[in-house]
T-cell receptor
Framework: DGGITQSPKYLFRKEGQNVTLSCEQN?????MYWYRQDPGQGLRLIYY???????QKGDIAEGYSVSREKKESFPLTVTSAQKNPTAFYLC???????????????FGDGTRLSIL | GQNIDQPTEMTATEGAIVQINCTYQ??????LFWYQQHAGEAPTFLSY????GLEEKGRFSSFLSRSKGYSYLLLKELQMKDSASYLC??????????????FGKGTTLSVSS
């Protein structure tokens, strides 16, 4: 079955440490996205990528970095510069990033990141 | 700027009908989506509107008025399993570099027996 796989499900970060969240999709989607969700809050866009080797900052990109070397993979690194990383991180993909389709974004099951 | 507003919480009883409203202000509107999210889980897609009017899908319907920047999600014959957060999201053209979904904070619906 096609879908989006995020790993790990739970992740703990020590002070000063960078951690990388994995996101893999086998839906053959061009566009991929990273969102952050805090308790009682909506999803906020961190980074998005319309196509391989290209990505753009979202509303809250500071303290995060991404890469898009392969179509199916869009890993997110939470750097030590992100002072409040505790949140639920959701990866999503869509057929295209140009908005010409009625197809929705599909989400992975999320990674819950906490500070040790 | 971008702004999406929806009520924080709503309550209803089994078998009833509930309407969740969403108002939005965006610079590059390119469609509106509704998602359902159970606690600790990923959002799942419910409905999509890009033209004015009503879209019906079983027990769920969604309405859009682009001129008013307004949408609602209508849930009929409520069931206990409908207790969840409902997210209104607008697809926005971002600086000509593509589109992304901009989400409201979600409406937590509690269904009681």
């Amino acid at each position: 079955d096609g879908g989006i796989t995020q790993s790990p499900k739970y992740l703990f970060r020590k002070e000063g440490q960078n951690v990388t969240l994995s996101c893999e999709q086998n839906l053959n989607h061009d566009a991929m996205y990273w969102y952050r969700q805090d308790p009682g809050q909506g999803l906020r866009l961190i980074y998005y990528s319309q196509i391989v080797n290209d990505f753009q900052k979202g509303d809250i990109a500071e303290g995060y970095s991404v890469s898009r070397e392969k179509k199916e993979s869009f890993p997110l690194t939470v750097t030590s510069a992100q002072k409040n990383p505790t949140a639920f991180y959701l990866c999503a993909s869509s057929i295209d990033g140009r908005g010409v389709s009625d197809q929705p974004q599909h989400f992975g099951d999320g990674t819950r990141l906490s500070i040790l | 700027g971008q702004n999406i507003d929806q009520p924080t919480e709503m309550t209803a009883t089994e078998g009833a009908i509930v309407q969740i409203n969403c108002t939005y202000q965006t610079s590059g509107f390119n469609g509106l989506f509704w998602y359902q999210q159970h606690a600790g889980e990923a959002p799942t897609f419910l409905s999509y509107n890009v033209l004015d009017g009503l879209e019906e899908k079983g027990r769920f319907s969604s309405f859009l008025s682009r001129s008013k920047g307004y949408s609602y999600l209508l849930l009929k014959e409520l069931q206990m399993k409908d207790s969840a957060s409902y997210l209104c999201a607008v697809r926005d053209l971002l600086n000509q570099a593509g589109t992304a979904l901009i989400f409201g904070k979600g409406t937590t619906l509690s269904v009681s027996s």
